[in-house]
């Protein structure tokens, strides 16, 4: 059975990790949850911000219906039921950047229930994660500690802004499964256009819940349901890398087993991650934990909606990758491993599919994953941001397929493109440096009987060892400054030395 | 010429667009009235300047034949609708300072209509009260006394300010709110007209929130046509308010006219409350015989749940509350009692800025929608709630309207009830029924009691049946002929 490999070695036996996350996912909008203020990146301080945001008395919110567009969305898009009622609720607590006194949220009836996404580790080996469920809820302001040593400033740009949070089940094994999970969530959030997933700006963020249990345990969970199978959880908040994710689960694995083989026990509480040590570290025990007094907010009716209206986004909802994935490998005859490559990122799907449209898909999924990526990583450049465009490398395709130059000179000139010959078209590359591939075979008897008539005893040679034609191939190829047809060169040759 | 503060808006409105007088002279009138009556303490806040501005331009568009429904009248606002530019504090000492820079929906609407703002009208803070003896400004006095005493009485609560300074003439009409009997029981205290329209009538934008599913809009206004005329004005659909209903708002006074001849009015049983002040008790005989004299049929109705009302409101009110006066914490405006700690300064701010009465009612929000409290208080209040609401609804299947009295009884002294809480909020028990339901409700003077104070009696309208409610009112209105005047002591 597969569990045997999440178990994780003790003193004292084995021990199974179990994993849940919350994802915080900035919804893609240009206004924010409830106010018509700017939800975009990057503004001055406190430039963002409506009364409402800013909590003025008598202001009232007013829901974004793109915002629940976008929340159904992704529903569909984790398979998951969508709730055509449901309801907000106000979480309230005390803090300098939540200037309600209150964050609007979705607490007993979230817009969206369970789901199932599928999550691939590695090229043979997938899993299914089950989502518990996808409630709207507004994000807080931000508080600034450092401007001054004894005053915090705040700013309330992205107080209001809609962010889903989307629980999975307590499903994922194994730090590998979480950071795939997390990864997979991000590429179908990128697909839907539902969130941007640029988590170095706080759009994607994980509190991540970790409980370990003796080995065994967990299948007993699964079988009754039953929670007190499973450890006492700790949540560590606001994870922002998938890196990080794979490193706090590791981390608070091995430390709770520690805690328990050592007779101690786990308490439930919130941590928070060191990203320089790798460590988390106790935030907020249980006894210290708010009582957020959850209740309807009597400012906003229920959330209702038609079944059409979910069926007619269901309508527009674009290719996602698993689909994709499939296609790809039907299409354009790509394997499993491939085709999974390109779609984890649909700018590269995109680029890769502008790119083998119409052409041989396994030569421009060979050029797209090794020559174009290898020189993205190289540069730690971004697909949107590569300094070939997918019509150029396309071209350099149509060229080596119609054998206007062999994949040699084709690596050259993309070589070119980089640098002196950027932004040209490799046709018009080939013509200015006259770099076709020479197929005349006039010109290529002549540089044969050339090299055959300066090189008897390599001639001599070749009549008992036929592999030795190979040196006779590579001199004519220099001869023609590698222009040259290699199979017309070949078959010249063996024509001329008489070789079978 | 005639002291102009005896007309009504309809008088106004009729001599104004006759230029028997200017907007500039009805509006000084007004404020010189307003300004030597400063006894009452009916207003927080009077703004001469804006009003006169006001009124001249007012005079300018009844010059260019360009008047509006509500030119030139001189409106007071109670001190819970943020006005821009102008200080809104909703009587509280946590809002120091606090100048909106936008105006609530309903002032708008008012303003649009060319109406005259004289100035900010007293309430108990936050709206949190029944005598208008929880303001940070002091209680506003009634200026109704008993007759040959010289005690000061209340005007009744939340709305006190706009009763007092609509039954004193210090204004030609009044905005005013109702989470639980707020503009119906002063209105009854005051010998003045008020409305609490259907749920969703008027937008909340822009007034102070206190209980959000609760509270509402409306006028208190001399007489029955003035304060249909207010609302007409006040309500509407308001795109920024998701509770306000889309809905055209008809001309409410052309409502008056129909009598009650045909209408079915019940009498709800319950509301005969055990050792109930005998004079109100007749009060609301004669209110119901008068409506039967002019042909209405009146039947005894059964609202069994009516005694869950107040319990019920006493959870709810309080608990939205809670919440929704969270944001009153020191950080962004109003008043802020410095600490380096930043849960000191909070809990500093709240205990210096809020008064008794509101940090009671925020105590007792908090508790109930704590955990392991909620289901029992907070859920439960709420499902009794629908189920007044469906009995409300059911009765109306019977009846056009209810026929209540509006408060338990005449305007109390200062102090007499304020040591009691719970003897105070009693005073909601014939009103708070009508907000759980979010159906309309008005209270019209309906005679004086034996020591000459005024008593009302209240009219109940399924939701949106504001029309027929004023029909009923109006018929009522002529058929006691009320025409009591207070005596002017405080001037």
Redesign the interface.
């Known amino acids: 059975m597969s569990e045997n490999r999440n178990l994780l070695r003790g003193e004292t036996g084995d021990w199974e990790v179990v994993v849940g996350l919350e994802v915080h996912a900035q919804v893609l909008s240009v206004t924010k949850l409830f106010s018509g203020a700017s939800a975009a990146y990057g503004a001055g301080p406190n430039e963002n911000v409506s009364l409402v945001d800013a909590a003025m008395p008598g202001m009232l919110p007013v829901l974004n219906k793109y915002c629940v567009e976008q929340a159904i969305k992704t529903g569909l898009g984790l398979n998951a039921k969508v709730n055509t009622w449901s309801r907000f609720d106000r979480k309230n607590y005390f803090y300098p950047d939540l200037p309600q006194g209150y964050q609007i949220s979705q607490y007993k009836d979230p817009i969206v229930g369970e789901g199932e996404i599928e999550v691939e580790l590695d090229a043979d080996r997938t899993i299914k994660v089950g989502i518990e469920r996808l409630h709207l809820e507004q994000d807080a302001g931000k508080s600034i500690h450092d401007l001054s040593p004894k005053e915090s400033y705040v700013d309330l740009n992205r107080s209001g802004v809609a962010l889903m949070e989307i629980v999975s089940k307590p499903e994922l094994r194994s730090a590998e499964e979480a950071a795939a999970y997390f990864s997979k969530l991000r590429t179908i959030l990128r697909y839907l256009g539902t969130c941007d997933g640029n988590m170095d700006q706080g759009s994607m963020r994980a509190d991540v819940n970790v409980s370990v249990c003796r080995a065994g345990n967990y299948e007993k969970f699964r079988e009754t349901g039953d929670f007190s199978y499973l450890g006492t959880r700790t949540e560590t908040k606001n994870i922002n890398s998938i890196r990080f994710v794979r490193q706090v689960v590791d981390y608070e694995a091995r430390r709770q087993i520690q805690v328990l083989e050592s007779g101690g026990e786990i308490d439930q509480e919130t941590r928070l991650f060191n990203v320089k040590t790798g460590e988390t570290r106790t935030m907020r025990s249980k006894e210290d934990a708010h009582d957020y007094r959850y209740f309807p907010d009597p400012d906003l009716l229920p959330l209702t909606f038609s079944e059409e209206f979910v069926e007619e986004i269901r309508a527009r909802l674009p290719e996602l990758p698993d689909a994709k994935k499939h296609r790809f490998m039907e299409e354009y005859g790509l394997s499993g491993y491939d085709a999974a490559v390109l779609v984890a990122d649909k700018d590269k799907a995109d680029y890769f599919e502008k790119v083998a449209k119409g052409r041989d898909g396994k030569l421009a999924s060979s050029w797209v994953t090794t020559e174009l990526f290898g020189l993205l990583n190289k540069e730690g450049r971004e697909i949107t941001d590569s300094p070939i465009s997918a019509e150029q490398l396309g071209s350099l395709i149509d060229l080596i397929q119609d054998k206007t130059i062999s994949g040699k000179i084709a690596k050259q000139i993309f070589e070119l493109m980089l640098d002196e010959d950027a932004g040209k078209d490799p046709k018009d590359i080939v013509e200015e440096r006259g770099l076709k591939q020479v197929t005349d075979t006039g010109a290529l008897e002549a540089a044969a009987d050339k090299i055959i008539a300066a090189n008897p005893e390599q001639v001599a040679k070749v009549k008992d060892k036929p592999k030795a034609l190979g040196w006779f191939v590579g001199q004519v190829m220099k001869e023609t400054g590698g222009k040259a047809n290699p199979q017309a060169v070949n078959e010249i040759l063996k024509k001329k030395l008489g070789v079978e | 010429m005639t002291d102009l503060t005896t007309k009504t808006i309809a008088e106004l409105r009729e001599g104004l667009g006759k230029r028997e007088f200017s907007a500039v002279e009805v509006t000084d009138a007004y404020l010189q009235r307003a300004e030597s009556a400063a006894a009452l303490n009916a207003y927080v806040r009077l703004t001469p300047e804006k009003a006169k501005a006001q009124a001249e331009l007012s005079d300018q568009r009844i010059a260019d034949a360009e008047a509006r429904p509500l030119e030139g009248i001189p409106l007071g606002i109670k001190d819970l ?2 006005t821009e530019g102008i200080e ?1 504090n ?1 009587a509280s000492h946590i ?1 120091d300072g ?1 100048v ?3 105006e ?1 929906t309903v002032s708008a609407n008012l303003l649009a209509d060319g109406a005259v703002f004289l100035g900010k009208l007293n309430l108990d803070e936050f709206a949190m009260g029944s005598s208008n003896e929880t303001s940070y400004y002091g209680p506003v006095i009634n200026p109704w006394r008993r007759e040959g005493e010289d005690t000061k009485l209340t005007p009744g609560g939340s709305s006190g300010g706009s009763s007092a300074a609509v039954a004193a003439r210090l204004c030609a009409g009044a905005t005013a709110t109702d989470t639980g009997g707020s503009i119906r029981q002063p209105a009854s205290l005051t010998g003045t007209v008020g409305i609490k329209p259907t749920y969703g009538r008027c937008s ?6 206190f ?3 609760l509270d509402q809009a409306g006028p208190i206004a001399r007489d029955v046509r003035d304060a249909a005329i207010l609302l007409t004005s006040m309500a509407g659909h308001d ?5 306000s209903i889309d809905r055209p708002v008809p001309d409410y006074e052309k409502a008056l006219e129909g009598g009650v001849k045909g209408l079915k009015i019940g009498i709800p049983k319950e509301y005969r409350l055990d050792g109930m002040n005998a004079e109100i008790d007749a009060i609301w005989q004669k209110g119901a015989d008068l409506l039967k004299a002019q042909g209405a049929e009146i039947v005894e109705v059964s609202l069994p749940l009516t005694k869950y009302a107040l319990p019920v409101y006493y959870i709810v009110a309080p ?2 509350a ?2 929704n ?3 009153y ?1 020191g ?3 109003g008043l802020r009692v410095h600490d ?1 700690n ?2 000191e300064m ?1 809990s500093k701010t709240r205990a210096a800025g809020f008064g008794k009465e509101v940090q009671r009612r925020l105590m007792i929000g ?1 508790y109930v ?3 392991g409290y ?1 289901d029992a208080y ?1 859920l439960r209040a709420q499902r009794v709630r629908k189920k007044i609401a469906d009995e409300m609804a059911k009765v109306f299947e019977e009846v056009d309207l209810l026929l209540t009295p509006s408060s338990p009884s005449a305007a109390f002294g200062l102090g007499e009830k304020s040591s009691d809480p719970l003897e105070m909020y009693l005073n909601d028990v014939f009103t708070v029924t009508a907000n759980l339901a979010g159906v309309p409700g008005i209270s019209v003077p309906a005679g004086l009691d034996a020591q000459g104070l005024p008593l009302g009696l209240q009219l109940i309208a399924p939701a949106f049946g504001e029309e027929t409610m004023l029909r009923g009112a109006a018929a009522l209105e002529e058929a006691i002929g009320f025409d009591a005047q207070p005596t002017e002591w405080w001037k």
């Open positions: 609708f943020c809104t909703a809002l606090f909106p820079p936008y609530s909340r934008w822009g007034i102070v929130a209980a959000s599913s795109p920024k308010d998701s509770t608990a939205e809670s919440s006066l969270a944001r914490d950080v962004k405006y380096d930043i849960d909070y908090t929608l704590s955990a909620y907070y």
